[in-house]
């Protein structure tokens, strides 16, 4: 609230979230509500199969269409914006001219799978196998957790990291720029970052940076040693800031004034963030297109055997938080896929019609469009249905699907509840996806843990506004933002019927028998 000539004049909060599907930007008010949003639909190409990217350029005339959006929506100017957050998907990013600003090449989704061969075949090669032993005996000298990581660590084609190498690879334009030192490398953020303040700024923040997986969350910087060994060049990446921080102001030529951008956050911890998962063992599940589970592990990265992502929650001060992390890529796309399909109409139907029925006739679904991510690890798995039947109806083809979104979340529960033996104190879910009643009280049974759902679904965007309002005084600590965050309805677990455990088992047979179809994955 800022005062000007003995009158009270209010301020908002702005943020924007560029999510897989859809970037949305919500104005807030001193008390978290939204006075205004808007919305548009991203575009994916799909130029070759298993290549998925986006426009550069359309992206960034969506996002400033929403933000201006969203500002009349709420009957509100420019000049009422105190600050402005940035959440952004992860791991999608584009290379362009530092001179001109023209990216080289489409933004490369996080879903795209041209790095996957070259993951595949660093993992099983002898210079990995060398890295492997070499980094277990420093362990054993030296107890330090960096070299238990790369003792243990595996290449997901889901990072950066060869989706990078690719290009680096197939891209003269890019190799030319590199050697005459006018590449920059950024994801959503740091491209948004450099466009807003017209090519002036170029950096990004912790969050975004660690789930790269080209950042060592070990020491706080990007990797010599991974850039070194699969020859990406240090020198085209953004500098790396705390997530609240005063980035720069917008160009005034974009909205009129310059507005403050005070926080970047990648989406998943942006949502932990908006979600107060504030404490060590708070849990956020987050159902949209796929499913991102993370525990707040404290102060401390978490050190996986399994696929579990260890990454820095966000940077505040001289305060770290860091997260572990595990993923399914496919709950949103395999419920988009069956509305495709006509198994339903309305989303608001897909609840009552599976729970008119007692099961899914003996049929399970194994959610892989993009291949299984942890615990199992598999690129080359497949998207199947099995145990059809004669007797099998739409119904049960969708039961089947939802069970399959309430099934991964348990399999990723598990292995986050046996790998880091941190105490678990609340959970918490949004996205889209948690809307459906029957997914979320199958989680809950599944766990044997009540769920919260808040009110309002889109937590990046949330977090994204909370960390902004924090570095511009808007508010004023975090106890006062876990006052402001509201639950709609908890979900408390009942006792799972024989049933439901039978067919839990038929699904991790069926899951077992998805795996290994694509050789080439």
């Known amino acids: 609230m800022a005062t000007r000539n003995g009158f009270c004049k209010k301020s908002y909060i702005v943020a924007v979230d560029v999510g897989t599907t859809t970037i949305k930007c919500h104005v807030y008010d001193k008390e978290a509500s939204v006075r205004g949003s808007c919305s548009k639909k991203v575009t994916p190409l799909y130029p070759k199969p298993g290549w998925v990217e986006m426009d550069p350029e359309e992206l960034w005339q969506s996002c400033v269409a929403v933000i201006k959006g969203a500002v009349q929506d709420a009957g509100l100017q420019?000049?009422?914006?105190?600050?402005?957050?940035?959440?952004?998907?992860?791991?999608?990013?584009?290379?362009?001219?530092?001179?001109?600003?023209?990216?080289?090449?489409?933004?490369?989704?996080?879903?795209?799978?041209?790095?996957?061969?070259?993951?595949?075949?660093?993992?099983?090669?002898?210079?990995?196998?060398?890295?492997?032993?070499?980094?277990?005996?420093?362990?054993?000298?030296?107890?330090?957790?960096?070299?238990?990581?790369?003792?243990?660590?595996?290449?997901?084609?889901?990072?950066?990291?060869?989706?990078?190498?690719?290009?680096?690879?197939?891209?003269?334009?890019?190799?030319?720029?590199?050697?005459?030192?006018t590449c920059c490398f950024g994801t959503i953020d740091t491209w948004l970052l450099y466009r807003l303040t017209k090519g002036a700024v170029h950096l990004t923040d912790y969050s975004n940076a660690s789930a790269t997986g080209v950042f060592d969350t070990y020491q706080m910087c990007w990797s010599g040693l991974l850039c070194s060994l699969v020859s990406l060049p240090l020198s085209i990446f953004p500098a790396v800031e705390n997530t609240g921080h005063f980035f720069g102001c917008t160009d005034k030529s974009i909205f009129g004034v310059p507005i403050p951008i005070m926080a970047l956050m990648a989406d998943q911890q942006a949502a932990m963030f908006g979600q107060c998962c504030f404490d060590k063992g708070d849990v956020k599940i987050t159902m949209g297109t796929g499913t991102f589970m993370d525990i707040n592990t404290g102060s401390e990265p978490h050190t996986s055997f399994t696929g579990l992502y260890p990454i820095v929650g966000w940077k505040i001060g001289s305060d770290v938080t860091y997260l572990a992390e595990g993923n399914a890529a496919d709950t949103g796309t395999a419920i988009k896929w069956a509305q495709e399909l006509e198994l339903f109409s309305e989303v608001q139907q897909t609840a009552?019609?599976?729970?008119?029925?007692?099961?899914?006739?003996?049929?399970?679904?194994?959610?892989?469009?993009?291949?299984?991510?942890?615990?199992?690890?598999?690129?080359?798995?497949?998207?199947?249905?099995?145990?059809?039947?004669?007797?099998?109806?739409?119904?049960?083809?969708?039961?089947?699907?939802?069970?399959?979104?309430a099934f991964r979340n348990k399999q990723l529960y598990d292995i986050m509840m046996r790998e880091t033996r941190v105490p678990i104190t609340k959970i918490r879910a949004d996205g889209g996806v948690c809307s459906n009643d029957f997914i979320m009280q199958l989680t809950a049974d599944l766990l044997g843990r009540k769920i919260d759902r808040p009110s309002h679904f889109d937590m990046s965007s949330l977090g994204a506004a909370f960390v902004a309002g924090l570095e511009a005084g808007f508010w004023k600590s975090q106890d006062e933002l876990k006052k402001l965050r509201c639950t709609e309805r908890v979900f408390s677990p009942s006792t799972l019927s024989q049933g439901d455990l039978s067919t839990l088992h038929s699904w991790e047979r069926a899951l077992r028998r998805s795996m290994h179809w694509y050789s080439q994955a």
């Not at 690879?169 to 030192?181: F, I, K, L, S, T």
């Open 352 to 405: 009552e019609m599976v729970t008119a029925l007692k099961d899914s006739d003996g049929v399970c679904f194994v959610p892989s469009f993009s291949g299984l991510q942890a615990p199992l690890n598999d690129p080359g798995a497949c998207a199947a249905f099995m145990g059809l039947k004669p007797s099998t109806t739409k119904s049960h083809l969708l039961r089947a699907i939802l069970e399959s979104v």
């Open 78 to 181: 420019m000049k009422h914006i105190q600050a402005f957050g940035i959440s952004t998907q992860r791991g999608t990013f584009t290379t362009w001219d530092k001179n001109t600003g023209v990216p080289f090449h489409n933004f490369i989704s996080w879903q795209d799978l041209r790095g996957a061969e070259l993951a595949t075949s660093w993992n099983e090669s002898l210079t990995m196998k060398v890295i492997h032993a070499g980094s277990s005996l420093l362990h054993l000298i030296t107890r330090q957790k960096t070299f238990l990581a790369a003792s243990i660590m595996v290449f997901s084609h889901q990072h950066v990291t060869f989706r990078l190498a690719w290009v680096l690879q197939n891209c003269p334009e890019v190799q030319y720029a590199v050697r005459n030192g």
